[in-house]
């Protein structure tokens, strides 16, 4: 998440030491844990008919360490964390990644370039700008860590690119700084609404014209609810402004002959895409901008993706929390004919309820990666998302924030805290493993369908999708109980010809299994991931 609300977290810890076919959920809430079954029994129907959501990609951002890493660090440690991110190779039964299926691309602000004078104290949260921040020339050659592990995505073969920004680039804000002293208004000058629209389609060009690189997705206004005044870029934005630069870029995008969509409005918490109460100026995101009654209004624009994209902060605290909200949002979305992107999350805060997590002093680095498997279960059920992504792929581990904020841990020469322009050594964490449960296996183009399950629970739950040419079928339990559960599935009207899982647990990384006999009890195991998966016939 967000660094600035990432720094009051930290200080309160130092001082204590879619468009869907059917918007309705497969599976009801529940407050009973799951116990384990007698074997033979089938506990899981899978019902290939019942379609919902098409999944579009698993994805994750290159916020802020992966500039840093692929500028400086050596060659065989990019490469090696760049298979981690991006294979969807399993070479003698263990995966060599996680094979994520999007990448976003952070356009930054030129807040590096200005260093300590940017005003941003943390040198590892202040991003380059191909603007100079001084006379606005365009200089190709900046970010380019992060063009390193964007064309290691293309070619390990990610299929979905997004670029996105948190703030407009300083030579164009109001104050020079790549945050802002506008509150809830945007950072950028009155009369530089089309610079900036012309120079994000510079960037989309540049990167297709040089690097055969094609963004899917150009997300110009990052969690618009929220002040950015320090710590870290970013922008606040109204509604109408966001509608005012939507104009300038989709004009700029149809001069240039691209086919990148606008991605709205990457929502800081799900709750600001249909609350109507308080500061609707940044609110009520589905309707401001998607009703043609409002005066925000931009699904008229060619360019404007149906799609409205949110992120999953805030709103994760407890399992009643997690399936109202979403379903709201899977409901309103629907409604309005728009399918719904979820585009950050990281376990952020302290509001998560003593009963359903251990909290963060006493929590393993398997316990977050649980947590964040019923935060992703939640937005694919109920929120009904067609994209899930992770906040901060790479990142250092700081003030004893484990696995919370990263998928991978890299740690420079002088330890956690030292220089990160220094190379150092990473560590895969079982949130990257957690999420490629999901990730490696449900591709894009496969479609969500039924499941039903017996003893359905916040501590045990799961999902189910078929591939386009319905072949493959695949399955992802969560389990947080203290008992193994059966879950064996009946997949109506379907011949299975072998059945693999992949397992994650305490001590095991997608830790492969044959089944040989599609009979046979298919166990998730207490504290555990599992993704089953079913060739037919």
């Given at each position: 998440?967000?660094?600035i ?9 130092l001082?204590?030491?879619?468009c ?17 079954t ?9 019902s ?7 999944i ?39 995966p060599?990644?996680?094979g994520?299926?999007g ?7 030129g ?22 921040p ?8 900046k ?7 964007l064309?290691?995505a293309k ?23 790549g945050?802002?002293?506008s ?36 997300s ?6 929220y ?8 922008s ?5 402004e ?40 940044r609110?009520n995101?589905?309707y401001?901008?998607f ?38 949002v ?15 999350w990281?376990?952020?805060?302290d ?7 251990v ?7 398997m316990?977050?990666a ?16 067609s994209s ?15 696995n ?14 030292g ?25 894009p ?7 039903e ?7 045990l739950?799961?999902s189910?999708?078929?591939?386009p ?14 008992s ?13 010809e072998?059945?693999?899982?992949y ?18 009890s ?16």
């Amino acid at each position: 998440m967000k660094i600035i609300k990432l720094f009051l977290f930290m200080c309160l810890f130092l001082s204590c030491i879619s468009c869907n076919d059917d918007p309705t959920p497969t599976i009801a809430p529940d407050t009973g844990a799951g116990e384990e079954t007698e074997e033979g029994n089938e506990n899981v129907t899978i019902s290939l008919s019942t379609t919902y959501q098409t999944i579009e990609s698993f994805a994750a951002s290159d916020c802020w360490a992966p500039n840093y890493i692929g500028t400086y660090w050596t060659e065989t440690e990019k490469e090696d964390i760049a298979k981690l991110l991006f294979s969807n190779n399993i070479t003698g039964g263990k995966p060599d990644g996680i094979g994520l299926s999007g990448w976003r691309f952070n356009l930054g602000g030129g807040t590096a370039q200005q260093g300590a004078a940017s005003g941003i104290e943390d040198a590892t949260r202040r991003a380059e700008s191909f603007m100079n921040p001084t006379d606005g020339t365009l200089d190709w050659t900046k970010q380019a860590g992060q063009q390193y592990f964007l064309e290691k995505a293309k070619s390990y073969g990610c299929e979905q690119f997004v670029m996105f920004s948190n703030t407009p680039p300083v030579y164009l804000t109001r104050n020079g700084k790549g945050y802002s002293a506008s509150g809830a208004y945007s950072n950028l000058k009155d009369d530089a609404y089309d610079d900036f629209a012309n120079y994000i389609v510079s960037a989309i060009d540049y990167f297709k014209t040089n690097k055969g690189i094609d963004f899917d997705y150009i997300s110009p206004a990052n969690e618009p609810q929220y002040n950015w005044e320090s710590g870290q870029e970013g922008s606040g934005w109204q509604n109408s402004e966001i509608k005012k630069l939507s104009v300038e870029l989709d004009k700029a995008i149809e001069d240039k002959g691209l086919n990148t969509k606008i991605l709205l409005a990457e929502a800081a918490a799900w709750n600001y895409l249909y609350e109507t109460d308080g500061d609707n100026g940044r609110k009520n995101v589905i309707y401001n901008l998607f009703d043609n009654a409002s005066s925000s209004y931009v699904g008229d624009l060619k360019h404007v993706a149906p799609i409205v994209a949110g992120h999953s902060y805030w709103t994760d605290g407890n399992w009643e929390n997690l399936v109202d909200v979403r379903t709201t949002v899977g409901t309103k979305a629907g409604a309005a004919g728009l399918k719904v992107y979820q585009t950050e999350w990281s376990m952020l805060g302290d509001g998560y309820s003593s009963s359903e997590f251990v909290g963060f002093d006493n929590a393993s680095y398997m316990d977050i990666a649980l947590y964040m498997s019923k935060v992703i279960h939640c937005d694919l059920v109920y929120a009904n998302v067609s994209s899930w992504s992770y906040w901060t792929s790479i990142d250092q581990e700081r003030w004893n924030h484990k696995n919370r904020f990263l998928l991978i841990k890299v740690t420079p020469a002088g330890g956690d805290y030292g220089d990160i322009t220094q190379s150092g050594t990473h560590a895969a964490t079982k949130t990257l493993w957690v999420l490629g449960n999901y990730s490696l296996f449900i591709r894009p183009d496969y479609k969500r369908v039924a499941l039903e399950m017996k003893n359905t629970s916040k501590e045990l739950f799961g999902s189910a999708y078929i591939s386009p040419d319905g072949k493959k079928v695949v399955a992802v339990y969560t389990n947080l109980s203290a008992s193994r559960y059966d879950v064996r599935a009946n997949l109506a009207n379907a011949d299975i010809e072998s059945i693999k899982t992949y397992t994650t647990s305490q001590t095991q990384d997608l830790e492969e299994e044959s089944i040989k006999d599609t009979g046979n009890s298919i166990f998730v195991t207490p504290n555990s991931v599992l993704t089953v998966v079913y060739n037919l016939k």
